[in-house]
């Protein structure tokens, strides 16, 4: 199995802020990684794709970076319909995720 | 549009077994792909297998051989799951999401089905 490590678990920043959230894999993974958003009680929302793919319709201040073992999302001017929970996922085995990081508003 | 429509919360008893539904619509689905996920609240995500409409052909998470079978009915594009010998550590939101070529990222989700396991 390849593992995640995402960091931090949680997460709390003002409007307006930049935020960064960390994956790291067992092993390289070739870019096999997409990001997710999830809120209470809703499915997950694709954000990123292939580690730094935009999915249609997500806003621009969302970015994913990152390559071999090390990824990383990053979301621009923090917005308060941003706070969720969010996880990431490699796909470069059977899919498995990260524990998550909820982000919520200081 | 793409729509994933899980079927309604479940409640069973220890020892039963459960069949959860997924109906597709809005793309072809007898060339997808689909998979099934495990969330217990508050808690990540596990992927727990799945199965390619075109063939019925499956792949499981290890864990979960011979917990999950999972199946289709392309007749009315929908997705199985069944869940067998229930403990309460099966208690959980159970998604099913639709990948373009198998093993991926999913783009499309279902909005989950709670199964609680309770006596």
């Known amino acids: 199995d390849i593992q995640m490590t995402q960091s931090p678990a949680s997460l709390s920043a003002s409007l307006g802020e930049t935020v960064t959230i960390e994956c790291r894999a067992s092993?390289?993974?070739?870019?096999?990684l997409a990001w997710y958003q999830q809120k209470p009680g809703k499915s997950p929302q694709l954000l990123i794709y292939?580690?730094?793919s935009l999915h249609t319709g997500v806003p621009s201040r969302f970015s994913g970076s990152g390559s071999g073992t090390q990824y990383s999302l990053k979301i621009n001017s923090l917005q308060s319909e941003d706070v969720a929970s969010y996880f990431c996922?490699?796909?470069?085995?059977?899919?498995?995720f990260g524990a998550g990081t909820k982000l919520e508003l200081k | 549009q793409v729509k994933l429509q899980q079927s309604g919360a479940e409640l069973v008893k220890p020892g039963a077994s459960v069949k959860l539904s997924c109906k597709t619509s809005?793309?072809?689905?007898?060339?997808?792909?689909m998979s099934w996920f495990k969330q217990i609240p508050g808690q990540s995500i596990e992927w727990i297998g799945m199965?390619?409409?075109?063939?019925?052909?499956?792949g499981y998470n290890q864990k979960f051989k011979g917990k999950a079978t999972l199946t289709v009915d392309t007749s009315s594009s929908t997705a199985y799951m069944d869940l067998s010998s229930l403990t309460t550590e099966d208690s959980a939101v159970y998604f099913c999401?639709?990948?373009?070529?198998?093993?991926?990222?999913?783009?499309?989700w279902g909005q989950g089905t709670l199964v609680t396991v309770s006596s």
């Open positions: 999401a639709r990948s373009p070529m198998g093993i991926d990222w999913f783009a499309y």
């Open positions: 809005g793309y072809t689905f007898s060339t997808s792909y």
């Open positions: 199965i390619y409409a075109g063939d019925g052909g499956t």
């Open positions: 092993e390289d993974i070739y870019n096999g």
């Open positions: 292939n580690a730094n």
């Open positions: 996922q490699q796909y470069y085995d059977y899919p498995t």
